[in-house]
């Protein structure tokens, strides 16, 4: 920027944050391109203090209601945790003593932990290196104390037969056994406005109108005592640290991080620079709390746009010295990781921690709410290009062209953000839900993909995986596993005892009809245990209605309390059913008993029949009623199945459709199937994308076939992978071609989609050299990731999805 706009040019051309002559030229400041550097070299590590504190102040507790329990050890580790306040960092706060290690928190698990340790520096997927003496003092002094105690525990103690022999035959998955509550929007704004007094004052008047309460409001303020311990910490350390330096300018910024840091501890912010402070301590006391993914700020450029205004207009920062403080700000995000299990890695794989900050949409009275922070944010992205935060904008049908085009201007530099979210069908599905329209306009998204309420909802976003594929291929085979004879699903009849595709649909429908009830039924088990032995009492001072009612939100104390699960993956379900319509019922290229030896063999010696029905019956993602009926049919049909069904909360079950990275495990779980996929290979990526290759007819067309499903219905969620060459937007008309891409996908009702920008020679020559391409950021599903972290079967399955060169 040449010349600094004011506020008055910024409110009146909100563009001029990120003008167009910029475009080209992103990149962050030395310092920050340095902290960049700085934060992705080092090996990560794991971090035993969590685990250490926890098992302390667990073992000191013995015998008290549990919510107190949880807030003293938060106030424990607020206390005890080691914190540090690196070279160049202006924003300060971790959840460790250095940014991306791997915490254990064994309240949520230790048996898998255990059983991994020796190989967390060699497994495939997000690699640790852990000490011997740690391994060491995990396995004799933390560890026996949790056996049979944990939450993972618990859940394998409670959930009966019926259900695991669905679990274990990959009908579905139970999602958040071995952590606590996450996948959440915690009430930003409220933070700011009231700070740690005013919410103190909340709770204490509260808990005098609730008398029968005290042990809610007491938990409630041990963890605000936390919350503040902590900010004191780090200021008196910045305060220290300022008189061990001999560069002054180095000093003086340091002295602003103690008086920062000093300030909001009890007040609400006043400033910008306060402002992203107060919410990052927000951020990581909820990680500290909870060790889990998917706290997500929410509509960052709504309530953060004041203390910015504040500041532009009395002359406190200039917009690019803002800049520079947001970008700092940016790469915080990139601190904190999640330990994950081996299984549990394959399904989100690369790190998806899921700060999913959201710009864009509309205000309250329906108009556009794009402002210059809006533009101010995708520029940050463009500069600094990591994985996090999950950067989303919302769009309508009057979004301003300026922004859809400088959107596209940061998508085409591949950092595979921001996705895009379509508020023409995602609020009028959020009210369909029953929620109050002022507050379907004012969603945001939680994680990858998943919507929800600021501040209002605990939606339990990630409860399960719903394997549609799978349960299609129980039911050709009379509800038993074609390798095993194992009966997992009720036992309809196979597919070679059928006389058309109207009776295997029926049986489809009745294997649906059965599974998700149990699947319902097992998430209701693992939410209730939540409640039971992982209150949030830090959590629910940020969620509408907990203090009000005294009650946690883990146990039904939000304003709006959902659950929500993925169904996986319409394509393959699609595909399949129109191969065996015409295959096997029209056209008789093979029967349906030989067409079932054909899948248990793997289509083994039966290539030129596989490509056949691979090239010579329609798929889905080409605009083709023939295919795309059957995935709006299913959709529809799972979708109704699963919303019939109530929450142990007091509100219903949402669907969604997508895999985070779970395509390619769930994959390996199922054995070939009739639309020509091999057994055990992914199946079709993000939740609603073709399957890869197989959208030959262009992106329109995909986009046309995805908008036939009903996905009003999906509210939990839905996720649409597509992928451009770079070459696409080289040439001046390119930008404005993607933008009516962009504008076409808003009137087609499709609530999501996001795009790679990324050719497969690069992504070939990034397997090859690893180390020359570190930083190289790929969108896998619903959130990015290090292409180099992944492995190899998730890199393979995005290179081989459609590259797309023109529209």
Known sequence: MTNTPTL?????????????????????????????????????????????????????????????????????LARQTSIAIGADKLIVGNRSLLPRMGVIAPEGAVDWVDRELDI????????????????????????????????????????????????????????????????????VEGW????PSGLRAKVEAAKQRRPERQVFYDAALIALQAAQELMRRYAELAHQLSTQTDDAARSAELIRVADVCDWISEQPPRDFREALQAMWFLFVLLQMESNASSFSPGRFDQYMLPFLARDLERGALTLPEAQI?????????????????????????GFPIGFNLVVGGQLANGR????????????????????????????????????????????????????????????????????????ALNYAVVGCVELSTPGKALGWSDASMFNMTRVLELTLFGGKDPQTGTQIGLPTPPLDAMADLDELEAAYDAQLAHFVPLMVKGCNIVDSIHAETLPSPFLSLVIEDCVERGVDVTAGGAHYNFSGVQ?????????????????????????????????????????????????????????????????????????????????????????????????????????????????????????????????????????????????????????????????????????????????????????????????????????????????????????????????????????RRTEFGTI
Not at 326 to 349: D, G, M, P, Q
Request: include cysteine; glycine fraction near 6%.
């Open 368 to 439: 556009d709410a794009t402002n210059f922070l809006s533009y101010m944010c995708l520029r940050a992205q463009a500069d600094v290009g990591l994985t996090q935060p999950n950067l989303s904008i919302r769009i309508h049908n009057g979004s301003p062209q300026e922004f859809l085009t400088a959107a596209a201007q940061v998508i085409s530099q591949g950092s595979g953000m921001p996705q895009v979210f379509n508020d023409e069908v995602i609020i009028p599905g959020q009210i369909n839900r029953g929620i109050a329209p002022e507050d």
């Open 192 to 195: 700011l406005r009231l700070g």
């Open 8 to 76: 008055y040019d910024l409110q009146a051309n909100p563009g001029l944050a990120f003008p167009p002559e910029d475009w080209k030229t992103t990149r962050p400041i030395e310092r920050i391109a340095r902290m960049k550097t700085n934060l992705l070299r080092p090996a990560r590590q794991i971090d035993l203090e969590r685990a250490r504190y926890t098992t302390a102040s667990y073992q000191a507790t013995e015998g008290q209601p549990m919510p107190l329990r949880r807030a003293r050890m938060l106030l424990d």
């Open 567 to 799: 169904g996986v993956q319409v394509a393959n379900v699609a595909d399949s059913l129109a191969v065996i319509r015409q295959a096997v019922f029209e056209e008789h290229w093979v029967g349906s008993q030989e067409l079932l030896a054909i899948l248990r063999n793997n289509f083994a010696q039966q290539e030129t029949l596989r490509q056949r029905l691979i090239h010579r019956v329609p798929k889905f993602g080409n605009d083709d009623d023939r295919v795309d009926r059957y995935a709006q049919k299913w959709a529809n049909r799972f979708s109704e199945l699963v919303a019939q069904h109530p929450t142990i909360r007091g509100g219903v079950y949402q669907p969604g459709f997508y895999t985070v990275s779970a395509h390619v495990p769930m994959g390996s779980h199922v054995g070939a199937t009739p639309d020509g996929r091999l057994a055990g290979t992914p199946l079709a990526d993000g939740g609603l994308s073709p399957t890869a290759g197989r959208d030959a007819k262009g992106p329109t067309a995909a986009l046309r076939s995805v908008g036939k499903l009903d996905l009003k219905l999906a509210s939990n969620g839905t996720l649409l992978n597509m992928k451009f060459l770079p070459s696409f937007f080289d040439g001046r008309e390119a930008l404005k071609k993607f933008v009516t891409l962009l504008r076409g996908f808003c009137q087609l009702n499709i609530p999501h989609v996001q795009f790679n920008v990324v050719s497969a020679e690069t992504l070939r020559q990034a397997q090859a050299n690893p180390e020359e391409f570190r930083h190289l950021v790929v969108r896998v599903a619903g959130y990015s990731a290090y292409f180099t972290e992944l492995d190899h079967e998730l890199q393979e399955e995005i290179i």
């Open 120 to 187: 967390l520096a060699t497994r495939p997927q997000d690699k640790f290196t852990i000490r011997p003496e740690e391994i060491q003092e995990l396995r004799e002094r933390i560890f026996p104390y949790w056996r049979g105690k944990t939450l993972e525990d618990t859940v394998a103690k409670r959930v009966p037969d019926d259900i695991m022999v669905a679990v274990k035959g990959k009908a579905f998955s139970l999602n958040q056994t071995d952590h606590a509550q996450g996948h959440i929007l915690p009430d």
């Open 325 to 349: 403080l947001l970008e700092y700000f940016w790469l915080k995000f990139n601190e904190i990781v999640l330990l994950r299990s081996s299984s549990s890695a394959r399904y989100f794989a």
